[in-house]
């Protein structure tokens, strides 16, 4: 392994590691080929048999498990996987990789030997790239221009000078493309990312070169610093609140906040007319400058508000952070390049603004289009007077548009863009990356000149054509950044994009691992690659594996985060498996948006009872299903509710067996109890819940793109308008009842009393002594204090008709310690007793409480229950029926 770094760099990929680099001289470059095409020819040959042999094999599974029990083909395959083996790690020693292939004892042995794979084929494609630009006459060696004091880099501790070890004096080279170990530039941010589920805000809070002044909204540090997560409430509380506080700038808050300049802006003649050409300098000759420093940034600005024009483009990372981190910027005059570490300068940038906005200076980009989004997600940065090279390229018609292809034409330089997936967050920064990021903005201005008099040139001196490039850079600029929204239903547009037909439960653990790894996404700052790559999650979402150890076969290399949450995903993967299994052709078919072929009634209880239908006679419950246009739960146009009316009434059609029957025709007691007990019960948040109980998704928060605004404001309204009437039909209600009441009041109390009566006599047969003083203090005929509250709550109008005593059989309250709610401690009753405590209740509510027993004697009344309704009543008794 070891030798290997001796290899010259001269050598080519493809000669065995014996021959003999003379070989070159003999003009034959392998033995037996006339040149290289034949070489090439006939090993691309060898490679395509191998692929089709390989492809041939016996699939995992059964065919191989079949194959496998003989001991014949058992041999073949340990003898032909050793050989093969045997040679990757030969090539890889002979690229001076590590090569331990054939160490198969270890459990992980696979996938570390995919890891050695992967590596290898990165270090020798690296390697074929250097001897191609070698071969092209690249020179490699040629150092960049660095500004004084710039430190070369120092030997950067990662995966890629990690297997080098011995190689002694040879220089690093940095494998750019899988930088691991990079410190996260997202820790010394001076404020914190906001990767919260809403939408983007913009950063700015000066506006210079402005015509219309910076709304109060950002002016005012007060509203702009309280985001949700400030408020010390439930998320979506604070969503609420801040929604509400911030309703009267919302048209601001999200509008582009050069709307107004750019809209007036028009392109001075000076620009339409035909350009002298300025040559660039040469790049050994041009100053280049590194700022990383607040005041080397404030005197740049200063340079560029002096200048007609400045050629910019930036640099960005985007696999280890969720919304991605603009690293660098790029800025050339027709003197100078300048290199600024935007990493480091994140919070200053924002002071570029009065030269990018100023619109008596150009900013010429190519493709702007992403950096014109990074610049406001970053930095807050717009720009007035855009040109665009790319789309300057379209209009005069070239044969392609991107940079390397401008640069070649126009000015003959060879670009390399090598870098251009570079990990841009490496600092100090390797020379090699300078210099490539240097070139992407030294040459623009030239390229801008000569483009400019092509596209006159083109329309023989007019300036149509050359306006119509001003024009589409002017809405390349007026472009707002977007922040990604998670939504119920963003993973259908993933899930459609796979190209795969998924079946019900395939299709729920999608949904499910794409909101897993949305979550953790925005949480880490990761990509939502990083956290787990989409053909990963269809793979798993696919496979359905039965244990955590499938997962974990599914993903390979295997996302640090997926190995740590593995359970976490599992128990995903089982809740999928739980779905009822709709036929894969119906599934199909509603992920291509078509009506499914028969709708079934729901007979029901809930979802997920499955016991009396057939699996085709299940309703489909994918959120395809549910009202998710949004707009519809708001909209003014009834007749659109009615086309969703079916769906919604799925999801909120009543259960059809229910704790609390309510056949209003044979109605007890304590069934009345128990309905007026629901109806008591208020949901505090229904004032701004929109008027009918249809299911809201939470995510239906505003977005400025999806027109929710307008619906949050009629949300408003309506909401308003909708109380007023139920307050309204509640007040009449309340007043019938009121009446009815007091004409029961009468009889109720009497009954009270019988009650009481009844009781007592009952207690008197059993002749229990203790219990019987008891229950005399209770209704106060000998100690008044305690009669008198319950004199009160049996003053107070009862609810209830006289008992019917076939479906309501009271308790022997003779047999309860009733001073539990006398205000004396019972030495017994330390233990909770429904049986004993509840009567208990009863006795001292009255016959409110009848309803307690009702519930103690149901099977299903689950404590949780038990203690609200027992917590209610026991305000109710204290006159502090629920209120709102
Ligand atoms: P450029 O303007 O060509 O220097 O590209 C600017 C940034 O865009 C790079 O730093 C990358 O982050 C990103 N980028 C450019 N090309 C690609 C690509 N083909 N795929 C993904 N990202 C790209
Ligand atoms: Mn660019
Ligand atoms: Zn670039």
């Known amino acids: 392994m070891a030798s290997s770094n001796d290899n010259k760099s001269t050598e080519g990929g493809f000669q065995d590691g014996n021959s003999d680099p003379n070989d070159e001289e003999t003009n034959e470059l392998c033995p037996g080929f006339k040149d290289v095409d034949a070489f090439v020819k006939y090993g691309l040959g060898a490679v395509l048999s191998a692929t089709k042999a390989s492809a041939g094999l016996p699939q995992a599974g059964d065919d191989y498990d079949f194959y496998r029990s003989f001991p014949g083909f058992q041999e073949f395959c340990e003898s032909q996987g050793d050989k093969l083996l045997h040679l990757m790690s030969q090539i890889m020693q002979h690229h001076g990789c590590r090569s331990h292939m054939r160490d198969r004892n270890k459990l992980t042995g696979l996938e570390e030997r995919f890891d050695l794979v992967v590596d290898s084929n990165d270090t020798i494609l690296e390697r074929a790239g250097i001897l191609l630009d070698e071969a092209d006459g690249v020179n490699r060696s040629q150092q960049p221009v660095m500004p004084a004091g710039f430190q070369p880099p120092k030997i950067v501790v990662s995966s890629w000078n990690r297997k080098g070890?011995?190689?002694?004096?040879?220089?690093?080279?940095?494998?750019?493309?899988?930088?691991?170990?990079?410190?996260?530039?997202?820790?010394?941010?001076k404020e914190k990312v906001d990767n919260s589920n809403t939408p983007f805000i913009p950063k700015i809070f000066i506006k210079p070169n402005a015509t219309k002044p910076l709304p109060s909204y950002f002016t005012n540090k007060q509203i702009r610093k309280e985001r949700p997560e400030d408020l010390d409430v439930p998320a979506a509380l604070a969503d609420f609140i801040h929604q509400q506080r911030t309703q009267e700038h919302v048209e601001d808050m999200?509008?582009?906040?050069?709307?107004?300049?750019?809209?007036?802006?028009?392109?001075?003649?000076?620009?339409?007319?035909?350009?002298?050409?300025?040559?660039?300098?040469?790049?050994?000759?041009?100053?280049?400058?590194?700022?990383?420093?607040?005041?080397?940034?404030?005197?740049?600005?200063?340079?560029?508000?002096?200048?007609?024009?400045?050629?910019v483009d930036l640099e960005h990372h985007s696999y280890r952070s969720f919304l991605g981190l603009t690293c660098l910027m790029q800025i050339s005059t027709r003197e100078e390049d300048f290199i600024i570490d935007t990493l480091e300068l994140r919070s200053e940038m924002y002071i570029l603004n009065e030269a990018f906005t100023d619109p008596a200076t150009v900013k010429v980009f190519h493709g702007a289009d992403s950096d014109i989004e990074w610049l406001q997600k970053d930095f807050g940065l717009y720009v007035v007077n855009l040109f665009d090279t790319h789309q300057a390229s379209r209009a005069l018609n070239l044969a392609r548009h991107s940079l390397d292809h401008l640069l070649k034409h126009f000015c003959n330089v060879d670009s390399d863009k090598r870098y251009q997936l570079a990990d841009w967050r490496i600092r100090p920064l390797p020379d090699e990356m300078v210099q490539y990021a240097r070139t992407d903005t030294h040459y623009l201005l030239y390229i801008y000149d000569s483009m400019r008099a092509q596209l006159l040139e083109f329309h023989h001196g007019q300036p149509g054509l050359l306006q119509s490039v001003w024009n589409k850079s002017k809405?390349?600029?007026?472009?707002?950044?977007?922040?990604?929204?998670?939504?119920?239903?963003?993973?259908?547009?993933?899930?459609?994009?796979?190209?795969?037909?998924?079946?019900?439960?395939?299709?729920?653990?999608?949904r499910l691992l794409f909101a897993w790894r949305d979550k953790l996404a925005r949480q880490e700052d990761e990509s939502t690659g990083y956290?787990?790559?989409?053909?990963?999650?269809?793979?798993?979402?696919?496979?359905?594996?039965?244990?955590?150890?499938?997962?974990?076969?599914?993903?390979?290399?295997?996302?640090?985060?997926?190995?740590?949450?593995?359970?976490?995903?599992?128990?995903?993967?089982?809740?999928?498996?739980?779905?009822?299994?709709?036929?894969?052709?119906?599934?199909?078919?509603?992920?291509?948006g078509l009506t499914?072929?028969?709708?079934?009634?729901?007979?029901?209880?809930?979802?997920?009872?499955t016991s009396r239908v057939h699996e085709s006679d299940l309703p489909h419950?994918?959120?395809?299903?549910?009202?998710?246009?949004?707009g519809i739960l708001f909209s003014e146009d009834d007749h659109k509710m009615d086309v969703d009316i079916q769906k919604i009434k799925v999801l909120t059609a009543p259960a059809k067996i229910t704790l609390f029957e309510s056949d209003q025709t044979s109605l007890s007691v304590a069934h009345m109890k128990a309905s007026r007990i629901i109806e008591s019960f208020e949901n505090p948040f229904r004032m701004y819940l929109p008027p009918s109980d249809v299911h809201i998704n939470k995510n239906a928060k505003f977005d400025?793109?999806?027109?929710?605004?307008?619906?949050?404001?009629?949300?408003?309204?309506?909401?308003?308008?909708q109380q007023h009437k139920e307050l309204e039909a509640k007040r009449k209600a309340k007043e019938e009842a009121k009446e009815q009441e007091r004409n029961k009041a009468k009889q109720s109390y009497q009954e009270s009393l019988q009650n009481v009566a009844t009781v007592r006599q009952q207690d008197s047969l059993k002749g229990g002594g203790k219990k019987r003083e008891r229950v005399a203090s209770e209704v106060g005929e000998s100690t008044p204090k305690p009669s008198k509250k319950l004199m009160k709550s049996a003053d107070k109008p009862q609810k209830t008709e006289p008992p019917s005593q076939e479906s309501f059989t009271p308790f022997d309250y003779s047999q309860s310690d009733l001073s539990v709610f006398a205000g004396t401690k019972s030495k017994s009753n330390t233990q909770f007793d429904p049986n004993r405590q509840a009567p208990d209740f009863k006795k001292k509510v009255n016959k409110g409480s009848s309803f307690v027993f009702f519930l103690c004697k149901f099977k299903h009344a689950n404590m949780l229950t038990f203690f609200l309704i027992i917590i209610i009543l026991y305000r109710g008794f204290r006159h502090n029926w629920p209120k709102r």
């Open 475 to 510: 809405d390349i600029s007026l472009k707002k950044y977007l922040k990604p929204i998670f939504t119920e239903e963003s993973y259908l547009e993933l899930q459609r994009k796979q190209k795969k037909s998924f079946n019900t439960q395939q299709l729920t653990a999608f």
């Open 531 to 592: 956290v787990l790559p989409t053909h990963m999650m269809s793979k798993i979402s696919e496979e359905l594996p039965k244990e955590p150890q499938g997962i974990i076969a599914c993903c390979n290399p295997v996302p640090p985060l997926v190995r740590q949450q593995v359970n976490e995903l599992h128990l995903l993967v089982q809740q999928a498996r739980e779905m009822p299994l709709l036929k894969a052709e119906i599934a199909a078919q509603k992920n291509k």
């Open 596 to 609: 499914p072929i028969k709708k079934v009634d729901v007979k029901l209880f809930g979802p997920h009872d």
């Open 254 to 311: 999200f509008a582009h906040p050069y709307q107004y300049e750019l809209d007036h802006f028009t392109t001075p003649e000076n620009l339409l007319s035909k350009p002298e050409v300025q040559m660039y300098k040469p790049m050994a000759e041009t100053k280049c400058s590194f700022i990383d420093t607040l005041e080397d940034l404030v005197a740049l600005n200063e340079k560029l508000c002096k200048l007609s024009e400045f050629a």
């Open 165 to 189: 070890s011995g190689s002694g004096s040879r220089p690093e080279t940095f494998r750019l493309l899988h930088a691991k170990n990079v410190a996260r530039p997202q820790l010394k941010f």
């Open 704 to 721: 400025p793109s999806s027109k929710i605004f307008e619906i949050s404001k009629r949300w408003k309204l309506q909401s308003i308008e």
């Open 621 to 630: 419950f994918s959120s395809d299903d549910l009202p998710v246009k949004q």
